[in-house]
């Protein structure tokens, strides 16, 4: 393993491409691809993230679909852990468990394997974005469902303004870069 440098958020933050009026106007949209690229930024990320977890006793990283899907296996990796993928509705092959939750206009679910956690296995739940914290959540909901302990959970970009950390306030919420606007 590569000895830890030390973190850089602003640094990161210039590795993220801003984006106006997408996907609608008037929302700035922040572009990780362009941190994903950036060997040294994205070796960064990883590294905060392992580091914060090391020694906490991690069984299993949870990824919600799409992007935790970067990041939370590559992270399991690092802490000596499994990978659990919670997909969309239809997407699992084995029986499932799910959970519905409200978004601003409708519903969404989320499934997981419900063989995939056992009960007392500490997890932590990753994805690239905190907003409103409705699917951080749900995914939380799942896995206490299951019968898991949920030791965090980490996101790369917080977007503080929507307060999705309010719903969270139960859990160890780790965010890399926040945004206020």
């Given amino acids: 393993m590569n000895p830890r440098t ?3 958020g602003a640094g990161l933050k210039k590795l993220i491409r801003e984006i ?46 799409a992007r935790g899907f970067i990041f939370a296996p590559v992270l399991a990796y690092r802490l000596n852990a499994g990978f659990v993928p919670v997909r969309k509705p239809g997407k699992l092959p084995a029986e499932t468990a799910k959970f519905d939750y409200a978004l601003e ?12 956690i056992q009960k007392g296995q500490r997890v932590i739940i990753v994805d690239d ?6 699917t951080a959540e749900a995914t939380a909901k799942l896995a206490l469902g299951l019968g898991a302990e949920i030791a965090g ?15 969270l306030t139960q859990y160890d919420v780790l965010s890399l870069l926040h945004y206020d606007k």
């Fill in 6 to 8: 030390e973190f850089d």
């Fill in 20 to 65: 106006p009026d997408f996907p609608k106007p008037g929302i700035l949209f922040y572009d990780i691809t362009t941190l994903l690229k950036d060997k040294t930024g994205f070796a960064m990320l990883i590294d905060e993230l392992a580091h914060h977890y090391t020694g906490k006793g991690i069984d299993l990283v949870l990824g919600m679909e």
């Fill in 105 to 116: 206009y409708g519903t969404n679910t989320l499934e997981i394997h419900k063989d995939a």
């Fill in 129 to 134: 974005l905190l907003a409103t914290g409705g």
């Fill in 153 to 167: 959970l980490a996101f790369v970009v917080e977007l503080d303004f929507l307060h999705g950390r309010d719903k």
